[in-house]
């Protein structure tokens, strides 16, 4: 099994930044691909970013140029950096672990507002 645990949400206003992180843990084996999804109130979930494991990313349009996907594979861990954040990026954002398996974590909130 897998655990994916993700951090580094909160409040921030239009225009604003933050960090997102996620850590795997558990029996992780071959070369997982690490995404971000996220889900606002009353929308379906969606990719945001995903990242290979060479380090190859894929962004969603509507966040290309504002956010950042890298990753640690040492560490297991996988980052999220958001710039110029916008209304409209308001949701759950949740970590995905894809690759000898299909694990996800339980997301972080990330609210932008003034």
């Known amino acids: 099994q897998v655990q994916l645990v993700e951090s580094g949400g909160g409040l921030v206003q239009p225009g604003g930044s933050l960090n997102l992180s996620c850590v795997a843990s558990?029996?992780?084996?071959?070369?997982?691909?690490m995404e971000w999804y996220r889900q606002a109130p009353g929308k379906q979930r969606e990719l945001v970013a995903l990242?290979?494991?060479?380090?190859?990313?894929t962004y969603q349009v509507s966040v290309k140029g504002r956010f950042t996907i890298s990753r640690d594979n040492a560490k297991n861990t996988v980052y999220l950096e958001m710039n110029n954040l916008k209304s409209e990026d308001t949701a759950v954002y949740y970590c995905r672990l894809f690759g000898g398996g299909d694990y996800w974590g339980k997301g972080t909130q990330v609210t932008v507002s003034s």
């Open positions: 990242i290979t494991y060479g380090g190859t990313p």
């Open positions: 558990g029996s992780i084996f071959g070369s997982p691909t």
